[in-house]
């Protein structure tokens, strides 16, 4: 709204907004709603009347339920970390980390705040509202039922941790390599006009619009024999790519790899080939080039597509499930194996309990890196 | 306060595990394991690694890896868990252990209902059999004076009056879902019309009276359901029956123990558990058992630890522990109440599943085919005689049916 | 830049995609030609499985596949032209419903069921996706700075969460009673059951996919709408145009090109359908091409699977992707020659 010019009548700005605010409900509701339910027995959380849902009767006539003192504080502490993450974080991470290595700096923050929030939710907030509480009367006595025991039941009577860690090797091994080997694929792809290049992009496109089932079947008894058929070349130690962890990652970076060059492409199209040539001139290689002039203004879009490569690695169910065994199983199809098995009800609300766990760090990253998401496709304006 | 003490249970939780319990040697081979993920497979592979050594694979996906893991040199998995139906791949590929040394050394305690026995060879060793069969609420059939059904004419009559007098507007509950559920119905049905599969060369052959009087009865049943019939599952036809929702159902016996669940049952003790409904020459069930089988690929010293390890598992103590998570098949077992529809439909006669190749075949076809009739698309014996056509198509591209 | 560098900065990116990529295409390809088969003998078997108490044991005569000397099955591979193409296609019962002029037939056939409801859910929810996404993106562009971050947020969430719990929670709110369910039945007092007939579940599939997949298009054309000239829109006012017109003149010529990005996305995507199916369980009234390829792909109970018709399948749904991106594709060629 730069210029008076351009100024819109009240009416149309209240319409606007009141649209706005109705998208915002439809876009949060299920996932507010399924993080309802997970906090509630399973009598509560299948309930088809709404109210009950929320209140939470049955939890709460269990003894388990939250005072109003406790939802005062414990939304403010959510507050405070929502502040904290993407105003304070942002600026400390400028300010104290050396220009370009503030990836470092971001790793250091997000670790800090999320261990910050952990200790502060979990452990500070429920020692103060033990004393508070009591003192505080009608303000301290249960009202909405709630319970914390099917994140109990997911995160140490079934060992969800294992598979978070799994989640994590996994989707950090992805977004690792398929960010450097799509970048130097991207900026090759932007600074060549062959029709080489173009026909490599039109062939990807069409990679990227195949049926992911039919491609994965075929891996599976090639990685279950992997032993056999690769120890003419490695001999005795020739390793069961099968529920080998590293296998899936390479697995998941090719099959993301279309995407993430097509994306990175229209990233470095935006950069003028001058700055390259001008290194060039100075008697850089273009390895150099790349390295040292183009890649330090690429930052925005190398987050904007790392960020898509995490999606895809951290929620990809087809090829993790079918590839990997028990032991290095990760998230989703960890979840998927809760709702398959013969289940009771109790045994659905641990596993929505597990799917708002799963939740749960996507939202945190999304809190973070929402800016760079903006700002990198703005400067990208990815072009078709 | 609840937070906190969830975090001092995680710590406890945490320092227990660090000693194995329970278990009467320790196992030094390391072992593996492969089965399906539900509930009594958790019992058995939660006592087999109170050994030690032993990691297990409770998997989604293990119908279609355990062919390929089997088959492999060594195979990647020692112990596996099987069902009538997904044993046949690993025997027809020669993947299994014949286990006659091993019981005989080791399995004076294995009832001899327990060996699964093919061609005089023991090939696996049951722990659990699981059956449909009818549930229904005591209390809401005895008011309107309404006897035990013993038929499915009894049944729909028993959901009309119940849906007359205004108790509920869908009495029925059935696991039909599009799929493996649906078809499964089916076969219940035939079987207990006394219908036959398949003729010479496994030919198909449920175009028939059988086959349209089952599908007839299906269709009659789905009047009393709820509208959503193609999507609903065991879990949500349990349930429904656990917030009192339907009347009857017949359902896994393995699901009994649900309705009386405290934390979630609305029902609890007023659902009485009775044999399946009898079809024109059989319950309109069929049997089905669950068990453990090794692989061949590996060394006679691993067999012999696997197989203790298995004997572990399934021994009186998890029995007991676990007494109402299965029907199962152990001395140690006491069948109560929940047991009694599994135990009155085996008395009446009910029949195994008939696992076979071509059977696969058959169940997928039926899974994908039936739901164009309950819709209303197609009659019943274009139905029957489309789905024939979709079984042979797949059946010759098998090679089970010679051009 | 020379080829040779060209290759060292692209190599290892395409070779990674013709591993795992190209690799398996070509042998789809070439499996969709081929039928590979154990030969089965017939033999008497006698098995023994348990009953409730005591064991029943059945002499029958079963179909067992050959063994070689080492114990491996024995398969014979056969080429079989284009049979399995004519087994999903089944051309003959298509021509005959179509020259009977019955579509009702001929949506009963599984092939042209799946492709039908593929195109329509893909066609119908494009110009949703475009539509809703670009109204957002205004919306947000529209709201007051401070409260634009949140918005965002907010707008994302649908877009980040996981695909499998994003179906199932849908799942939660509408089937049987779900909460929004029963409020749709207090509003309208009347029964419904949204999962009991084909078009509810379709339009329910269709509201959940333009619902994950609008914030990916709104966020683009939010970046896109930072970049409109401001110079030219004022100009515009000047010159009297309404706000409909200076939509339709500027803002979207300028957007074009990201509308024909998501666009091209979406269309990839939406002919994927396949989360949609398994997560509404809803294969008794729809199926869609992937969910087609994935039945003949899984193997059955007793380990069949349909290896050569799935090939088949997946062949034709990689030619039906193909001819739906050339309109947007022939863009593209034109840009690149002429960026260059």
Known sequence: ?384 | MKLKSLFMAGAMSLAATGAWAECAYENEVPLKSLSAGFEAWKAVTDAMAECGNFSASLDQEFREKQPEAFAANPSLYQIGGVANETMIPLLNAGSLRPLDDLVEKYGQDLLPNQLIKVDGKVMAIAMMVNAQHLMYRDDVLADLGIEEPKTYDDVLAAAAKIKEAGVMEYPIGGTFKTGWNLAQEFVNMYMGEGGEFFGEGNMPAINNEQGVKALETMKAMTEYMDPEFLVSDSTYVQQQFQQGKIAMANLWASRAAAMNDEAESQVVGKVTMASAPMGAAAPATTIWWDGVVLAANMSDEEADAAFRLVLEGIDGEMVSANNDTAVWLSPAYTPGDLAAGAAASAENGAKAYPASAPMGVLHSALGNGLADYLTGAKDASTTLADIEASYLTAAKEAGLVNN | ?340
């Open chain 1, 1 to 384: 709204m730069s210029s008076r010019a351009l100024q819109q009548p009240f009416g149309l700005r209240l319409t606007s907004n009141i649209f706005l605010v109705f998208w915002c409900l439809v876009a949060a509701f299920p996932i507010f709603w399924i993080a309802v339910m997970s906090f509630k027995s399973p009598v509560d959380a299948f309930d088809s009347n709404a109210l009950n849902v929320i209140f939470g009767p049955e939890t709460l006539a269990k003894g388990n339920g939250l005072s109003l003192l406790d939802i005062i504080l414990g939304i403010a502490v959510f507050w405070g970390t929502i502040i904290i993450s993407t105003k304070t974080l942002p600026s400390m991470v400028k300010s104290y980390s050396k220009p370009g290595q503030e990836w470092i700096g971001w790793v250091i923050g997000v670790l800090a705040v999320a261990v910050g929030f952990l200790v502060a939710f979990f452990v500070i907030l429920p020692a103060i509202l033990g004393v508070l509480n009591p003192l505080f009367g009608p303000l301290g006595r249960d009202v909405l039922g709630l319970t914390t025991e099917h994140y109990k039941t997911v995160w140490i009577d079934r060992g969800f941790s294992d598979n978070f860690r799994n989640s994590l090797i996994v989707t950090t091994g992805v977004v690792t390599v398929s960010l450097t080997v799509g970048t130097l694929a991207g900026y090759g792809l932007a600074r060549s006009g062959s029709t080489f290049a173009f026909w490599i992009l039109i062939v990807a496109l069409v990679f990227r619009a195949l049926p992911h089932s039919v491609l994965v079947a075929g891996y599976l008894p090639v990685f279950i024999n992997s032993a056999e058929w690769l120890s003419p070349i490695l001999g005795e130690n020739a390793p069961t790519l099968y529920g080998k962890p590293f296998a899936v990652i390479a697995v998941l970076v090719a099959i993301n790899q279309p995407f993430t060059i097509w994306m990175l492409r229209s990233f470095f199209q935006n950069i003028p080939a001058e700055l390259d040539e001008a290194a060039r001139v100075d008697g850089c290689s273009h390895f150099q080039a790349f390295r040292r002039v183009i890649m330090p203004v690429m930052w925005p879009g190398v987050i904007t597509t790392g960020l898509f490569s995490f999606l895809l690695a951290y929620n990809d169910f087809l090829v993790t499930s079918l590839l990997l065994d028990a032991q290095n199983q990760t998230m989703v199809p960890a979840i998927v194996g809760m709702f398959n098995r013969e289940t009771t009800t109790t045994d659905q609300v641990v596993a929505v309990a597990a799917a708002v766990s799963i939740t749960a760090p996507l939202i945190f990253l999304v809190l973070i890196f929402q800016r760079q998401i903006v700002s990198g496709l703005t400067a990208g304006a990815v072009k078709g």
């Open chain 3, 1 to 340: 830049m020379n080829f040779r560098t060209f290759a060292a900065f692209v190599g290892p990116s395409v070779f990674m995609m013709l591993l795992f990529i190209a690799f398996p295409l070509v042998s789809v390809f070439k499996q969709s030609f081929y039928i590979t088969q154990p030969i089965y003998e017939t033999v008497e078997v006698e098995t023994c499985t348990p009953g409730f108490l005591t064991q029943t044991c059945t002499t029958e005569l079963k179909s067992q596949p050959k063994l070689d000397e080492h114990g491996e099955v024995i398969t014979k591979t056969e080429y079989v032209g284009l049979q399995s193409y004519r087994n999903v296609l089944e051309p003959e019962r298509a021509w005959r419903a179509i020259s009977e002029g019955s579509l009702s037939v001929l949506s009963t056939i599984d092939f042209w069921k799946a492709l039908r409801f593929t195109l329509t859910f893909t066609l119908i929810t494009l110009p949703l996706v475009i539509v809703c996404g670009l109204g957002i993106a205004v919306l947000i562009n529209n709201a007051a700075r401070a409260i634009r971050g949140p918005v965002i947020f907010i707008s994302l969430l649908p877009f980040i969460i996981t695909p499998v719990i994003g179906v199932l929670s849908i799942n939660w709110l509408f089937r049987g009673d779900g909460i929004l369910t029963a409020m749709l039945e207090w509003w309208l007092s009347r029964d419904i059951a949204l999962f009991a007939q084909a078009w509810t579940i379709e339009i329910l599939m269709m509201l959940y996919r333009v619902w994950h997949v609008a914030p990916f298009a709104a966020i683009i054309f939010y970046a896109g709408l930072q970049t409109v000239n401001q110079d030219s829109l004022e100009s515009a006012v000047i010159d009297g145009a309404t706000r409909w017109q200076r939509m339709k003149y500027i803002v979207i010529p300028h957007l074009m090109p990201l509308i024909i990005f998501v666009a091209m996305i979406h269309l990839m995507d939406a002919y994927r359908v396949f989360e949609e199916i398994v997560g509404f369980s809803s294969q008794g009234y729809v199926i869609s091409l992937q969910w087609l390829t994935y039945d003949f792909l899984v193997p059955d109970q007793a380990g069949n699977r349909s290896i050569s018709r799935a090939s088949a399948s997946a062949m034709l749904t990689m030619i039906g992707i193909v001819i739906l991106l050339i309109l947007p594709l022939r863009r593209t060629w034109r840009d690149h020659k002429g960026g260059h």
